[in-house]
């Protein structure tokens, strides 16, 4: 069995933003100028 436990904490410099956000857009452009794709 495994568990995942996920918190997401607001951006310090705008706390209506999640800090996940900013991190997901470089990981997706990362992956897309690598030209390598895992999963969907």
Do not use: D
């Amino acid at each position: 069995m495994m568990t995942v436990l996920m918190q997401n904490l607001p951006s310090t410099t705008n706390p209506r933003t999640s800090y996940l956000a900013p991190l997901s857009a470089i990981s997706t452009i990362r992956k897309v100028l690598t030209g390598i794709y895992i999963g969907n």
